[in-house]
């Protein structure tokens, strides 16, 4: 069913102040209608879009599934008693329209994942596998790189039950459960493997976005684009550091509006055939492997209103 994740919406009351944020980050902006769309450089895709609004907050989240993962999701859907509904916005694609359990808007197209852009990066010298040989790793000619985001990877999305999410997004939606936090958080792949999460499902009082996370091309562009951010004035959210649920590298920045959106690099990959992964539950997730500053006391907070 669930086999990737197309776009994240946002409600924001300026739409020229999350194009200042978005472009800084590393996307490409255009006009569609009242809205701003943003894609990653050579990835026919949308990743985001903006919405005008009141308020910030999460308006949707768009996946992608083939023609027989849509049959199934209908009849998961009806046998579950989810009403289809109109679109909610005014959009330009198609898809079928319904709400999560907690009131969350979700669009399903039958949709595949747009080609990344291809980059070369140079081999790592590890101990015992010396693969660049004679050859720098650092660009003398062109010091001073910019993160230029490859693909949006996932996103953790505020839920007041964990638990009844987790089984919504599982048995109804196809999700699979890679690891978890007790009923604190929950990451979910897609139904045919991929990045450990594409969605990550975070206990609070109320609904909201966490974070998004975009892939960047190396170690090198997580904090090259992180303090370019902080350079213009955005706020930190966290990092550097490693995840232990996931085990990529990462460094949040806080959005004109307090979400959270994270470079990320080197994610876990779970085949289709998951025999040999075992998922995980334990606190220990919700801690890193390494971080060079504590996670904030509002790492963890819900910034978007309850209403
Ligand atoms: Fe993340």
Redesign the pocket.
Known sequence: MIRNLQHIALTVPDLEVGRAFYELFGLEARADGDDLVFRCAGRAQDQVRLIPGAKKRLAYVSYGTNAEGMDALLERLQRAGVPLADPPYHVPFGGIWFQDPHGDWINVQVASEAPVRTVATPEVNTSGRYRRIGTRACDFATPGKRAVPLRLG?L?KFTPDVNASVDFYTNVLGLKVSDRAADILAFLRGSAGGDHHLI?LAKSSHTGLH?M?FEVADIDEIEMGAQALLRAGYRDGFGFGRHLGGSNY?HYIRDPWDSLV?Y?WDIDVIPEDDSEWVALNGMEHLGMVWSTTPAPPDFIQNFEPAD
Do not use: D, K, N
């Open positions: 996932h953790i990550g974070h996370s990462f994270e990320f």
